[in-house]
Every structure is written in C-alpha cells, then in structure tokens.
Nanobody
C-alpha cells in the first residue's frame, strides 16, 4: 500500500528557507512521478513542482528559481527545498505520487496523481 507522509513545515519570516520531506512507503520513489502541491485558504490546490523517473522537472512560475524538488532514493524520500520564501507561499503543502511516467506538462496537474499525503503547513510572515 502506497503511503506518503510529509514533514518539515513550519513558520518562517519572509526571505527564510524551509525543506519539506515526503517519506514514501509501499513503492520506490525512483520509479514514480512525484510532485508537490499547495493549497492556500480560499484558493484551489495548485502544482508547485514535479519530477518523473527520468529526472524531468517542472516548476510553477511563481516558485521557479526559489524552490528545488529532489529525491533521495536511498531513503525513499522526496524533498522540496524552499528558499527566499514570501508571504504568498503560505499554504498547506501536499506530496503526491503516481506510477505513470508523466510528461513535463502533466507534472503540475493534480488529476495526474493517484496518491496523496496529508499535508504539512507552511506559514510565511512579512
């Protein structure tokens, strides 16, 4: 059974950094497409970053150059390094996975993913 558990959220000031982790079980992260999504209060869930098994990555324009998605295959974990955080980055962040090999365009589409974690809250104050 596939399970995803996020951690690493918290409260930081604008300009700060956080690293989110997504510990996976029931499958091998290196073989799946995986992504990070976020949802702010009153807004729809949006794709932040995604990566497929071939190393193709796709970032939302709003985070490109500030966030980095990566995998640790040895620990079966997905990460999201978030630098230069802004108040508008405040949201619940979710990890997602799918057994399919996604195209670049599909990596930020939530309906492309089959498995979801419970989320971790990120709050950025000005």
């Amino acid at each position: 059974q596939v399970q995803l558990v996020e951690s690493g959220g918290g409260s930081v000031q604008a300009g700060g950094s956080l690293r989110l982790s997504c510990a996976a079980s029931g499958y091998t992260v290196s073989t799946y497409s995986m992504g990070w999504f976020r949802q702010a209060p009153g807004k729809e869930r949006e794709g932040v970053a995604g990566t497929n098994r071939y190393g193709i990555t796709h970032y939302a324009r709003s985070v490109n150059g500030r966030f980095t998605i990566s995998r640790d295959n040895a620990n079966n974990t997905l990460y999201l390094q978030m630098n230069s955080l802004k108040p508008e980055d405040t949201a619940m962040y979710y990890c997602a996975a799918a057994a399919t090999v996604m195209s670049y365009a599909s990596l930020l589409l939530q309906y492309s993913y089959s498995y979801w974690g419970q989320g971790t809250q990120v709050t950025v104050s000005s």
